[in-house]
């Protein structure tokens, strides 16, 4: 408390102390009640109210982390000048940065499954959807030739002539004739596919199917010939019709091969769905979200100054583990002070106006005296030491450098 304080209180106590005791004198004696202690009036001065008060800074606050963590870098020291936005601290972050790689690849697939899906049909994808079509329409061919052949072996099983050996054996020789013709084509064809010559490799799949064909109507003749020499046996007859069955299932999945195929071709030829872009849009929007959210958890272990200041204390250390939302750092803009008082009790306060002139002096600065103005009152009182008091806060019009947060002071406003 200041000595202009002091004086005033011993003066007013001595005043108090001399009615009170000229009182009792005038009173009967003790009845065993007590007496009340009188109550401090508001300590005037002229018509001015004066309070203690203390040096402030214009803004500061205590700063926490919205995440707890093990604190891996302090950046700054006490009494450092930083500027908004400045790293102060940061905890162990390795996990936030995992999450933000991650989230960064699942977007960048997203991302790319879209742009597949946007760009529409490519020309390789269906010349390789039409080659399969061509494929399996072949080998359809194939299995339908070798159920014709299987059934005329059991025909020819179940009933052999002289004259059916006869065209046995020719059929025979044409069908190796056929297959040696088909394969010179074949291998022309093909030939000239390697040289990048006419042909295309569909071109080439193509005779290669008819190649098999032919094969495999050389071995059908070959059969229907070996059946022709031996004769009808019933043995023969069993496994002829088992092979008319075992071609009858390779023609039934051939042909179901070659279906697949067809929808495949249409559904490359038609490209993306309305409904499949759709999905494939909102999963790049979720795997952004996921992305911003992952860079939000990584900015949640940098604390960054929210203004410019001074550090004015550092309360944690690297290594310590802090729970988030604890304080631990304290920041003050120094570049301008403020004067404030707790000490007016609501006798005081209704002689205080917002504007109203204050004069300061510091217990630590003596022979000081700075003026100033009341820049706010708080509408709000609180109690304090069995009174209700005001927060008054008073602007200084020239504050002095020689000024440190919390030094102590009277102020004197003019009531």
Same mark, same amino acid.
């Given at each position: 408390?200041?000595?202009?304080?002091?004086?005033?209180?011993?003066?007013?106590?001595?005043?108090?102390?001399?009615?009170?005791?000229?009182?009792? $004198?005038?009173?009967? *004696?003790?009845?065993?009640?007590?007496?009340?202690?009188?109550?401090?009036?508001?300590?005037?001065?002229?018509?001015?109210?004066?309070?203690?008060?203390?040096?402030?800074?214009?803004?500061?606050?205590?700063?926490?982390?919205?995440?707890?963590?093990?604190?891996?870098?302090?950046?700054?020291?006490?009494?450092?000048?930083? !500027?908004?936005?400045?790293?102060?601290?940061?905890?162990?972050?390795?996990?936030?940065?995992?999450?933000?790689? $991650?989230?960064?690849?699942?977007?960048?697939?997203?991302?790319? $499954?879209?742009?597949?899906?946007?760009? &529409?049909?490519? #020309?390789?994808?269906?010349?390789?959807?039409?080659?399969?079509?061509?494929? *399996?329409?072949?080998?359809?061919?194939?299995? !339908? #030739?070798?159920?014709?052949?299987?059934?005329?072996?059991?025909?020819?099983?179940?009933?052999?002539?002289?004259?059916?050996?006869?065209?046995?054996?020719?059929?025979?020789?044409?069908?190796?004739?056929?297959?040696?013709?088909? $394969?010179?084509?074949?291998?022309?064809?093909?030939?000239?596919?390697?040289?990048?010559?006419?042909?295309?490799?569909?071109?080439?799949?193509?005779?290669?199917?008819?190649?098999? =064909?032919?094969?495999?109507?050389?071995?059908?003749?070959?059969?229907?010939?070996?059946?022709?020499?031996?004769?009808?046996?019933?043995?023969?007859?069993?496994?002829?019709?088992?092979?008319?069955? !075992?071609?009858?299932?390779?023609? #039934?999945?051939?042909?179901?091969?070659?279906?697949?195929?067809? *929808?495949?071709?249409?559904?490359?030829?038609?490209?993306?769905?309305?409904?499949?872009?759709?999905? #494939?849009?909102?999963?790049?929007?979720?795997?952004?979200?996921?992305?911003?959210?992952?860079?939000?958890?990584?900015?949640?272990?940098?604390?960054?100054?929210?203004?410019?200041?001074?550090?004015?204390?550092?309360?944690?250390?690297?290594?310590?583990?802090?729970?988030?939302?604890?304080?631990?750092?304290?920041?003050?803009?120094?570049?301008?002070?403020?004067?404030?008082? =707790?000490?007016?009790?609501?006798?005081?306060?209704?002689?205080?106006? =917002? &504007?109203?002139?204050?004069?300061?002096?510091?217990?630590?600065?003596?022979?000081?005296?700075?003026?100033?103005?009341?820049?706010?009152?708080?509408?709000?009182?609180?109690?304090?030491?069995?009174?209700?008091?005001?927060?008054?806060?008073?602007?200084?019009?020239?504050?002095?450098?020689?000024?440190?947060?919390?030094?102590?002071?009277?102020?004197?406003?003019? &009531?």
């Amino acid at each position: 408390m200041s000595a202009t304080r002091w004086t005033l209180l011993a003066s007013i106590l001595v005043l108090l102390l001399g009615g009170i005791y000229a009182w009792n $004198q005038r009173q009967p *004696a003790d009845d065993g009640q007590s007496v009340a202690a009188p109550t401090l009036p508001a300590i005037r001065a002229g018509g001015s109210v004066v309070a203690d008060a203390r040096v402030v800074p214009e803004r500061s606050a205590a700063l926490s982390l919205p995440a707890g963590g093990s604190i891996s870098e302090i950046l700054v020291e006490e009494g450092s000048a930083v !500027e908004a936005g400045a790293p102060l601290l940061r905890i162990d972050s390795a996990r936030e940065a995992a999450g933000v790689l $991650q989230a960064r690849a699942q977007l960048e697939s997203a991302e790319a $499954q879209l742009a597949e899906l946007e760009r &529409g049909p490519q #020309a390789e994808v269906v010349r390789a959807a039409e080659a399969a079509v061509l494929v *399996a329409m072949a080998e359809v061919r194939a299995a !339908e #030739a070798r159920v014709s052949g299987a059934q005329a072996s059991l025909s020819g099983v179940q009933r052999v002539s002289a004259e059916d050996l006869v065209i046995a054996e020719r059929r025979f020789e044409q069908s190796k004739n056929a297959r040696w013709g088909v $394969q010179a084509q074949r291998d022309a064809v093909c030939g000239r596919v390697k040289e990048k010559l006419a042909f295309t490799q569909a071109d080439c799949d193509q005779w290669q199917a008819q190649v098999q =064909e032919a094969e495999e109507a050389v071995r059908i003749a070959e059969l229907q010939l070996q059946v022709a020499r031996r004769g009808g046996r019933p043995e023969d007859v069993s496994a002829a019709g088992g092979r008319v069955g !075992e071609a009858s299932g390779a023609f #039934a999945a051939a042909r179901a091969r070659s279906q697949q195929a067809e *929808a495949e071709l249409a559904r490359v030829k038609q490209g993306a769905s309305p409904e499949a872009l759709i999905v #494939a849009r909102a999963g790049v929007d979720a795997a952004r979200a996921a992305l911003e959210q992952a860079e939000l958890s990584m900015d949640d272990t940098l604390l960054r100054a929210p203004f410019a200041g001074v550090v004015a204390a550092i309360e944690a250390h690297e290594g310590e583990r802090v729970p988030a939302g604890t304080p631990v750092l304290r920041l003050a803009d120094t570049r301008s002070w403020r004067i404030e008082t =707790e000490d007016l009790t609501e006798l005081d306060i209704v002689s205080v106006t =917002e &504007g109203g002139s204050a004069t300061v002096r510091f217990d630590a600065l003596s022979g000081l005296e700075l003026e100033g103005r009341v820049l706010g009152i708080r509408s709000f009182g609180e109690s304090r030491l069995g009174d209700i008091t005001y927060r008054v806060t008073i602007g200084l019009d020239e504050p002095d450098p020689r000024l440190r947060w919390n030094m102590t002071a009277t102020v004197e406003i003019d &009531g």
